[in-house]
């Protein structure tokens, strides 16, 4: 794994987290592109996984489509 291009990825999914719309639907949409190596996108995976009230729902069989979910009502209890 390569700090640069994870660090990369997850700046990318942030962005899209961020997002006004993702905000106030608390989900967004992520998929891995073409670039993003296979190791980086399952340590980001990992990493989401390891965080409260975030839910992480795999879109297709492969995992390289997920939905995230998060419930802000319960991370400020």
């Known amino acids: 794994m390569s700090e640069k291009t994870y660090q990369a990825l997850v700046e990318r999914v942030k962005r899209k987290i961020g997002s006004p719309a993702a905000q ?14 296979a190791e980086d996108w399952s ?23 997920v939905r995230l979910r998060w419930n802000p009502e319960e991370s400020m209890a």
């Open 43 to 65: 340590q980001l995976l990992a990493d989401l996984g390891t965080v409260e009230n975030v839910t992480i729902i795999p879109l297709d069989d492969t995992g390289e489509s």
């Open 24 to 37: 106030s639907k608390h989900c967004v949409e992520i998929q891995r592109q073409p670039d993003d190596a």
